[in-house]
């Protein structure tokens, strides 16, 4: 890759799933591979769609992308977050999701070769990647419990448990697209947000919501 990386994204690719843990030189050695390449997206843009896409895993490095299946939004990636992976390993002709950029965003490109290469190298990199995986399975597993739980709030704890984690316990998303992602009305979703405060389970902050507390969310799910 021929462009250099700024100080804040070399941290952030270092720390993403795929190389998080590896030394230096593993990280520099994908980056100076000349298959690795930067993409530039602006705003509004198409990343990835259904009938164009690459075979290449994706390390956001600025920005945001929004995820959307047959105009279901699903999710908005942030900077030092892998997408792609659908696209790797498999003959499918078709891409599972459409990724638009919803801010102006920077992003690396890693083919699958390229990924293949790198986890032969490094079983670390292996582990990452099979880790990786397996927490994508376990978000649409909750995806597919948010939709099928009983009652807004219940649709609402679900969504949250799935999407957050320990290290990650805000979630920042305009409520007309939550409402979209969990099928139900603004209205709706606006009383499972009182209920959830007045439990203290969570905490709105602007267009974000907090959770304090993801154990005791989890607890009061059962």
């Keep these: 890759m021929e462009q250099a990386l700024s100080a804040q994204e070399w941290q952030l690719l270092s720390g993403c799933a795929l190389f998080q843990g590896c030394a230096r030189e593993e990280v520099q050695l994908a980056l100076e591979d000349a298959a690795c390449t930067l993409g530039v997206y602006e705003t509004g843009q198409t990343v990835y769609q259904p009938d164009h896409f690459s075979r290449c895993l994706g390390v956001l490095l ?3 992308i929004r995820v959307t299946r047959d105009s279901l939004a699903i999710s908005v990636l942030s900077p030092g977050e892998l997408f792609g992976a659908a696209a790797l390993f498999n003959d499918r ?7 638009t950029a919803c801010a102006p965003c920077r992003v690396v490109l890693l083919p699958q070769e390229l990924v293949s290469r790198l ?6 990199i292996r582990d990452n990647y099979i880790r990786y995986l397996s927490g994508r399975i376990r978000f649409l597993s909750g995806r597919i419990r948010s939709l099928a739980a009983e009652g807004v709030e219940g649709k609402l704890k679900q969504h949250l448990l799935t999407t957050l984690s320990p290290t990650r316990t805000r979630l920042s998303c305009p409520a007309t697209e939550l409402a979209q992602r969990l099928g139900i009305s603004r209205a ?3 009383r499972a947000f009182d209920a959830l405060e ?3 389970l969570i905490r709105r902050e602007g267009r974000s919501i907090v959770v304090p507390d993801l154990s005791a969310l989890d607890a009061s799910s059962l």
Aim: glycine share 14%; no cysteine.
């Design 62 to 64: 600025s920005g945001g």
């Design 93 to 99: 002709p078709d891409y599972a999701t459409t990724l």
């Design 119 to 124: 986890m032969d190298a490094s079983p670390r």
């Design 188 to 190: 709706s979703l606006y």
């Design 198 to 200: 007045e439990q203290g």
